[in-house]
C-alpha cells in the first residue's frame, strides 16, 4: 500500500462511495485519539465514515472508588506516588490535588523506577498501579523489587467484549490499540468478529488502517490485520506478559462510566501481599470501597463507549473544561472531552 497520505485519503474516499450506509468506527487507544486530532484526519473522511473514541485513555476509565482509596490513603498519612495525570481525576469525594492542598504527601512520579527510588525515603509509600497491559510488566518489576502498590490495572480485550455486547452502540470497526497490542501480540483479537486493524500512531499510520477496514468492510471479512508490523509481532512480548502473570491474577473490575466488567482487573497474587496496599491497609480499603456512589451530570461513561460525543454533555465547556475537570475525560491529554476541548474536532 502506497504511503502517500493523499492516494490514501483517495482510497479511502472511494471505498467509503460504495458502501451504501455510513460506518462507525473507534479507535481503541487514546494516543490514536491525540494523533486524530492533531492531525485533523476526522476532517479528511467523508461524511458517511466517523471515527469514535473509546475506552482507551487508562486515566479516564479509573473508577471513582479507586481515586478514593487513594485520596483516604493519603489523608490517613499515608505517602503516595501517583502519575501526574491522575492528580486531578475526581473521585466522589475530592481528587489527590485537593487532597494534597489539604497537607496529604501526594507525589508525582513519571514511572515505577523512580517510585522505587523514593521508597527508600518514603518506606511506606504505596505506589497508584493503573493502566492496560503495556504499563501492567514495569508494576510487576516494581513489586518485585519490593515497591508497595495498589493495583487498579485493567485488561483491554475485556472492554471490547463488553462494547460489543452493547446493542445500543453499532461499531462497524476497531483500530486496535498499538501499545496494548505490542505486548498481547495479534491472536487475542480473533474472538472479536468485527473488522479490526492494529495501527501505528502518525497521521499515514492511522489513515492506512482506516482505508484497511473499509476493504474489510466491502469485503464482508472482518478479520485481524497488523499495519503496525515495525512494532506489533504477532506473538506480542511474552516476556513482559510471563512477569505480570507472575505478580498479578485476573479479578473482575470497575470502569469508570461501564460498570463492572468480568475478568476484567488485575490484583496482586498473595504471593506478594505483603506488597499489596489493599491486603495492608485493607480496613481502609472496605471501607472506601462499600461507600455509595455519588451522583453525577458528567456523560464520560457514554462518551467512552463511542454511544454520544463530548459536546452532547450539558457540562462540555461549561462546568468542565481542562482548567476545571468534572469528569476524567477532561483531565487527561488522552481524554476524549479533553481533545474535543483543545483542538474543537
Request: with cysteine.
Amino acid at each position: 500500500m502506497s504511503q502517500n497520505p493523499q492516494q490514501i485519503i483517495s482510497s479511502i474516499a472511494a471505498k467509503a462511495q460504495k458502501l451504501d450506509r455510513p460506518v462507525k468506527l473507534m479507535e481503541l487507544c487514546g494516543t490514536h485519539s491525540q494523533s486524530i486530532a492533531i492531525h485533523g484526519l476526522k476532517k479528511l473522511l467523508p461524511a458517511n465514515v466517523s471515527l469514535v473514541t473509546g475506552p482507551g485513555c487508562p486515566v479516564c476509565v479509573t473508577d471513582q472508588s479507586d481515586i478514593d482509596v487513594m485520596v483516604e490513603l493519603a489523608l490517613n498519612d499515608v505517602p503516595v506516588a501517583i502519575y501526574g495525570d491522575t492528580l486531578r481525576v475526581p473521585g466522589n469525594v475530592m481528587s489527590l490535588e485537593e487532597a494534597r492542598r489539604r497537607g496529604a504527601d501526594v507525589n508525582i512520579v513519571y514511572d515505577t523506577t523512580q517510585a522505587l527510588e523514593l521508597s527508600k525515603s518514603k518506606p511506606r509509600l504505596v505506589f497508584f498501579g493503573l493502566g492496560f497491559e503495556t504499563t501492567t510488566p514495569m508494576t510487576a518489576w516494581a513489586i518485585k523489587k519490593g515497591l508497595t502498590v495498589y493495583s487498579a490495572h485493567k485488561l483491554f480485550p475485556p472492554a471490547m467484549a463488553a462494547l460489543l455486547a452493547n446493542k445500543d452502540n453499532r461499531l462497524d470497526g476497531f483500530i486496535d490499540p498499538g501499545h496494548v497490542s505490542a505486548i498481547i501480540g495479534t491472536a487475542v483479537y480473533s474472538q472479536f468478529k468485527v473488522p479490526q486493524v492494529i495501527a501505528g500512531f502518525s497521521a499515514v499510520d492511522v489513515l492506512k488502517a482506516i482505508d484497511m477496514l473499509l476493504s474489510q468492510i466491502l469485503a464482508k471479512e472482518p478479520r485481524v490485520e497488523n499495519e503496525y508490523t515495525r512494532v506489533v509481532r504477532a506473538e506480542g512480548n511474552k516476556r513482559a506478559r510471563d512477569i505480570s502473570d507472575e505478580v498479578f491474577q485476573v479479578t473482575d473490575a470497575r470502569w469508570r462510566g461501564l460498570g463492572l466488567i468480568p475478568g476484567s482487573g488485575l490484583e496482586i497474587r498473595p504471593a506478594f501481599k505483603d506488597r499489596d496496599a489493599s491486603q495492608i491497609y485493607k480496613k481502609i480499603v472496605s471501607e472506601v470501597r462499600h461507600r455509595p456512589a455519588k451522583p453525577t451530570a458528567c456523560k464520560c461513561g457514554l462518551v467512552l463507549q463511542g454511544l454520544i460525543e463530548p459536546t452532547d454533555c450539558a457540562l462540555f465547556g461549561k462546568a468542565c473544561n481542562p482548567d476545571q475537570p468534572y469528569g476524567a475525560c477532561m483531565v487527561s491529554v488522552e481524554g476524549a472531552c479533553n481533545i474535543r476541548f483543545r483542538f474543537n474536532q
